[in-house]
Structure formats: C-alpha cells, structure tokens
C-alpha cells in the first residue's frame, strides 16, 4: 500500500519528534510509533519502512537494528568454533555500546547478549586453564 504524501509527512514529523532528544528509538517508542500510525491507516509494513528510511536520512539509531546486528555477529562467532569466547562477546557489548550511542548500560547489554545467546542455543566458552566462569557471572 502506498501511503499518501500528507499522511507520510505527519507521521514522519512523529517519528522524528519522538527520536528529537536522543537520536535513539528504543523498542517501546517503535511500537508506540507504530501503533500512532495504525490510527492514521498506515500498515505496520509501511510504516517500519518510513521509520527505516528516516533513520537512514537522519541518522538516528533504531534498537531493533542493534539487535540484529549482535544476533548477526554473535551467530558468526557460535560458527567460527562453535563457541562464543569472552574476547568475542566482549567485542560483541563493544558493538552494541557504540551503535547505541551509550544509552545503553554495558551490565544491561552484557545480559540482553547472553539472553540472546541462551535463546539461540549457543555455546559460551568458560574454564580454560585459570577457571573463568565470565559468562555465568553476567
């Protein structure tokens, strides 16, 4: 469906009025910009697209599209061995803290990651020679 011109430029300024302090849009505000663009007779399709392509023009950051991005790299590190290292989890929260800008703790991304890893059935690699239980103790 197309959305027509005057309802895309409402609900465009409502998308970057929402991101208007931080740059960021966090999972609650896409679903509550969503759910403001289903009233105006905008699909969820349509308007995930408009959100995506104003991020891009505007340079704001899109959680969901962090998310992705870890799930993605985290997925490439079970690959390599099997397993995910600490190094490599470690590179993972570095990713994620940069493309979020900060607004996110480490200690909140470090367990939203090792959620993420449990969720997939990947393997943390813990023990080693001086018994480092790193992914346990998140």
Same mark, same amino acid.
């Given at each position: 469906?197309?959305?027509?011109?005057?309802? /895309?430029?409402? +609900?465009? =300024?409502?998308?970057?009025? #929402?991101?208007?302090? =931080?740059?960021? @849009?966090?999972? &609650?505000?896409? &679903?509550?910009?969503?759910?403001?663009?289903?009233?105006?007779?905008?699909?969820?399709?349509?308007?995930?697209?408009?959100?995506?392509?104003?991020?891009?023009?505007?340079? +704001?950051?899109?959680?969901?599209?962090?998310?992705?991005?870890?799930?993605?790299? @985290?997925?490439? %590190?079970?690959?390599? =061995?099997?397993?995910?290292? &600490?190094?490599?989890? #470690?590179?993972?929260?570095?990713?994620? #803290?940069?493309?979020?800008?900060?607004?996110?703790?480490?200690?909140?991304? #470090?367990? /939203? @990651? &090792?959620?993420?890893?449990?969720?997939?059935?990947?393997?943390?690699?813990?023990?080693?020679? %001086?018994?480092?239980?790193? +992914?346990?103790?998140?």
């Amino acid at each position: 469906m197309s959305v027509p011109e005057q309802q /895309r430029k409402q +609900f465009l =300024d409502y998308v970057l009025l #929402q991101v208007f302090d =931080d740059q960021y @849009l966090d999972r &609650k505000e896409e &679903k509550r910009i969503l759910e403001e663009g289903l009233k105006q007779g905008i699909g969820l399709e349509d308007g995930l697209a408009l959100i995506r392509s104003a991020a891009t023009k505007k340079g +704001f950051v899109i959680e969901r599209d962090i998310e992705d991005r870890a799930k993605e790299l @985290l997925s490439q %590190f079970a690959r390599n =061995d099997g397993q995910i290292d &600490k190094k490599e989890f #470690q590179d993972a929260v570095g990713m994620f #803290q940069n493309a979020c800008k900060g607004r996110i703790p480490p200690p909140e991304i #470090q367990k /939203r @990651l &090792k959620k993420m890893i449990l969720d997939n059935g990947w393997k943390a690699k813990e023990g080693g020679l %001086f018994g480092s239980k790193w +992914f346990s103790a998140i």
